[in-house]
């Protein structure tokens, strides 16, 4: 602020259109999702009545809404978790000096531009019940092909395969900038004290990975918290509700119920759970970089 005041009328100015449009396109539309929970709204016609907190009341007795939550929670967690690991091994292996890192990199990272749902679409393809790719390998040893998109059991470990495929390249970037960006004095300066390669990946590389690890941790609690499109592409959320998400259930309240007040109380809560859990993570992050 400070700095604001002190700097000319001209160059404030400058952060006017980005303002304008975040006001326009971001904080105008969350501001009619609140409105619009407190209402009846279908979505399409111009009257709607106030009903205050009946949507959030209906939200809460929805028996669903737990599966659907702890879906949302998986998909987050369990793809952050899969996406850091595999991530930071893709990383260490690819800043060692090997012939063909130049083109595991490109392979790695280019499923990234992909769109998420042409993605979802891809692997349909390989997993579906009726003549996908796995299923046609596995009659060459059963009988009977197996339904594993619409099994509950298996299909959210499969969405949260895909989406952690789609995304490692992200990830691994992100940890090899971290890499090469180490001194190699440290490790020089480890050697000589004897140190095994174990010991300085978790004296030196971890340590000074900290905002790596920070910046890949947030982005993919995020991005997995908020998945939608491979969700869609691959089971729409079946059987039931054994694979929704807060997303795909919004999604499906709004467009195929005509219920936009839920879905707008849906959107609200998966606003928080997001916010709440993004931030908590990047302030113990920050923390913990201070510290290392």
Known sequence: MRLNRNSPLWLNLMYAPALLLFALFIFYPFMQGIKISFTNWDGFSQNYDWVGFDNYKRMFEDESIVVVIRNTFFYGFGSTLFQNV???????LLNQRIRTKGITRTIVYLPVIISPLIMGYIWYFFFQFRGGALNDILLLFIHTPKNLLGDPQVNIWIIMFVNTFQYLGVAMIIYLAGLQSIPKDYYEASSLD?????????????????PSITINIVLNLIGGLKLFDVIQALTKGGPGYASQSLSTLMYKTYFGAQD???????????FIIISLVSISALIYLRRKEIQS
């Open 86 to 92: 595999m991530g930071l091994l893709y990383a260490l």
């Open 194 to 210: 004897g140190a095994s390669a174990w010991q300085k990946f978790c004296n030196v590389t971890l340590p000074l990975l900290a």
């Open 260 to 270: 936009a007040g839920y879905a707008a109380s849906l959107g609200n809560l998966m």
